[in-house]
């Protein structure tokens, strides 16, 4: 599984901020590594000359063997927090693809 990053221009500590989206994501979907071709990270700071509220986006876009790409993202008040629950939407969504498709 290729885990990509992206990140906009107020986005800080790039390095940093890839570790967290390669082990969050490894921990969520990692056990359907086999099934799953690429996921595409992309991280923004929607309110950039703000600092409250909850303006950090995270959208993670799965690419699954033999099926259409989906995507899902969460925002929250920072990048941790939406890294964290858009992975844990991504691993629901790949559940339940999957299922479908064990159902068929």
């Known amino acids: 599984m290729q885990i990509q990053v992206n990140t ?3 986005i800080t500590g ?3 901020v890839v570790r967290l989206v390669h082990s969050t994501v490894e921990g969520a979907v990692g056990r359907f590594g086999d099934r799953i071709t690429r996921v595409e990270a992309h991280l923004s700071d929607i309110n ?3 600092s409250k509220g909850d303006d ?3 959208l993670l876009e799965a690419r699954l063997a033999g ?3 989906f995507a899902v993202s969460h925002q929250a008040a920072t990048i941790e927090l939406a890294v964290t629950e858009a992975a844990d939407k991504l691993q629901r969504a790949i559940e339940s693809k999957i299922g479908r498709l064990q159902d068929l």
Do not use: A, G
Request: include cysteine.
């Open 67 to 69: 099926l259409q790409p």
């Open 56 to 58: 950090k986006r995270c």
């Open 8 to 10: 906009d221009n107020n």
């Open 48 to 50: 950039s000359h703000k």
């Open 14 to 16: 790039r390095e940093d």
